[in-house]
Every structure is written in C-alpha cells, then in structure tokens.
C-alpha cells in the first residue's frame, strides 16, 4: 500500500478564499483523522471518523471548518473562507482499531 | 481528559551519547501510549507503542520506552544516538477504549557531531 496520501502537498491562498484539502486512507482502516500542526498550539486533533461516519468534531475550530468522509477511500477537510491564522501543516492519518495511526505526508497551507 | 506533558522542547545530544526523552501523562482510565517521530517536512511514523504486558517496549531504529503506571510516565530511550535521529519525537496518549490519540508538545533532539 502507498500509505496515506494526501493533497496538495502545498497550497497558497488568498484570505477569503475557498480552500479543499483532499486525503486518501490506507485500504481497509477503519478510522480517519484529521490533525492540524502549528508552532504555537502543536499537533491538534479537527475531527475523526469511525467507518466514514464523524465521531467527534469538537476539535474544529468554528463554522468555516467542514469535514467530509463519502466513502471509505477518500475524506476532504474545507475552509471556508480562509484566513491567515489558518496556516499551518493539516495531517490526515488513518488506523484500523487505533492500533497504530498512519499519517500522510501532510499539507502545508498559507494563507496570505 | 488525559493530557499528555513533554517537560524538555529541545534536547541536544553529542552523537554516540545516551538520551532520554520524557513523557508524562494524566489519565483516570488505562491508557495506550505512543512515540511518535517526525522528519524535517515528513508526516508522523511510529517509534513504538505500549498497549498492554512488558513494560519495557522496544520500538525502531534501536529506541525503548519503559511505562512506569506509578509515576504516569512513559520515557524514551537510546543507548547511543546518530545523527540520523535528528528530529521531532511526539508522546501520545489514548484511553483505552477511547479512539482520542492525544499528543505531547514534541522534544526536538538535536545531535551534536
């Protein structure tokens, strides 16, 4: 398996606008994590999903988040409109019963 | 809620020396506990992990971790480090039960030649 990819691996925006970032799960896993990575607040957990259904979205971090999951092959974090104090390293991982989390390589987003 | 409490941002290490990383964690339940390490702009691998039995676990590229329930503690070791271990290592934690992995703050090791 190719692991857990995600894209782009880099992505510069305008404040206010629409940003998609996209995320492929290793086959089979059962759990889908998204992660946002800054200096000041770390590795910080948005939302996670359990066989393509949202478990816990409390992470998010207001209304212009939105976590989609239609199949259990693909899952996309959106932000909507974006700005600046949204730029950071967004990490999708995958697992299979939390034995051991699998995690991409990770998007860099600027907002500027 | 479990926390998880990374008390040295920076370590530096002469090459060849010793290392400890420390992790401490608050939990009222039992928990999972995981290293993790992270490549200048890499995604997060796993070192090892504790889940129940031994103590002492060992991981990758030669680490051990020993869980130690009565101090919640969950510390990293190398006998002798190499400049390839230059990196971020992140602790975490997760209530067994719980699929919440929560995350340390990360000790940057550095390797001094």
């Known amino acids: 398996d190719a692991g857990v990819i995600q894209s782009p691996r880099h992505e510069v925006t305008e404040m206010g606008q629409e940003v998609t970032l996209r995320c492929k799960p290793i086959s089979g896993h059962d759990y889908l994590f998204w992660y946002r990575q800054t200096m000041m607040r770390g590795l910080e957990l948005l939302i996670y999903?359990?066989?393509?259904?949202?478990?816990?979205d409390s992470g998010m971090p207001e209304d212009r988040f939105s976590a989609k999951m239609p199949n259990a092959s693909f899952s996309t974090l959106k932000i909507q409109p974006s700005e600046p104090r949204d730029s950071a390293v967004y990490f999708c991982?995958?697992?299979?019963?939390?034995?051991?989390?699998?995690f991409g390589q990770g998007t860099r987003l600027t907002v500027v | 809620a479990q926390s998880v409490t990374q008390l040295d941002s920076q370590v530096p290490v002469f090459e060849e020396a010793p290392v400890e990383l420390r992790c401490n964690y608050s939990?009222?339940?039992?928990?999972?506990l995981f290293w993790y390490v992270q490549y200048p702009n890499q995604g997060l691998q796993l070192l090892l992990k504790?889940?129940?039995?031994?103590?002492l676990v060992k991981g990758i590229n030669g680490f051990e971790a020993e869980f130690n329930k009565s101090q919640t503690s969950f510390h990293l070791r190398k006998p002798s480090v190499h400049i390839s271990d230059t990196a971020e290592y992140f602790c975490a934690v997760s209530d067994t039960g719980n699929e919440k992995l929560t995350f340390g703050t990360g000790t940057r090791l550095t390797i001094i030649p």
């Open positions: 999903f359990n066989n393509n259904v949202p478990i816990d």
């Open positions: 939990s009222s339940v039992s928990v999972y």
């Open positions: 504790y889940l129940s039995g031994s103590t």
């Open positions: 991982a995958s697992s299979l019963l939390l034995i051991e989390a699998f």
